[in-house]
């Protein structure tokens, strides 16, 4: 037998004159107050960092934050600029061509995103960030690959 939950009317303040508000509504109102919290004071701490930083860091900042960016940008685009690749494996109707495309495109993306910065990923963040990345990416072609053949093929 199922139970269901019973909203459980709460008063706002003591001078509510009838208005109530549901303990789910309650706690939806402070966990958005508390992650607003939270960003506000991420938004203040990263502009401390900001300002703290010497400007050789903050061009390394910038420098491997528009790097990242442009992979993405690429990571978005390269599905769609070779669409017509797509469209031919999808003929095939191969499970296994599919894979092996959607694999070939993600290493691709992946050698790419390790050129861009200079074959030199290092340290656990690094690879953590890297391996992210790249899993990422794979999702986001299987995605759009199976996408474009189910449109377009």
């Known amino acids: 037998m199922a139970t ?7 008063a706002l303040d003591p001078g509510c004159r009838g208005r ?6 309650f ?5 958005g107050k508390l992650v607003t919290g939270a960003v506000v004071l991420a938004v203040f701490a990263a502009g ?30 390269i599905p769609w600029l070779i669409f017509f690749l ?4 999808a003929k095939m109707d191969s499970n296994l061509a599919s894979g092996v ?6 290493l691709l993306e992946a050698a790419g995103l390790a050129w861009m910065f200079h074959f ?5 963040a690094g690879w953590t960030f890297f391996a992210v990345g790249v899993v990422l990416a794979g999702v986001y072609n299987l995605l759009m690959c199976d996408w474009i053949a189910e449109r377009f093929a």
């Open 120 to 124: 030199s990923v290092s340290g656990g």
């Open 48 to 77: 401390f960092a900001w300002y703290q930083m010497d400007p050789a860091e903050r061009s390394n900042v910038t420098a491997g934050a528009g790097r990242i960016v442009g992979w993405i940008a690429l990571v978005t685009a």
């Open 86 to 89: 797509v469209q031919r494996v």
């Open 101 to 106: 495309f959607v694999l070939l495109l993600t």
């Open 20 to 25: 109530t508000l549901s303990l789910v509504e």
């Open 4 to 10: 269901y939950f019973h909203y459980r009317p709460i």
């Open 27 to 31: 706690l939806k109102s402070v966990v």
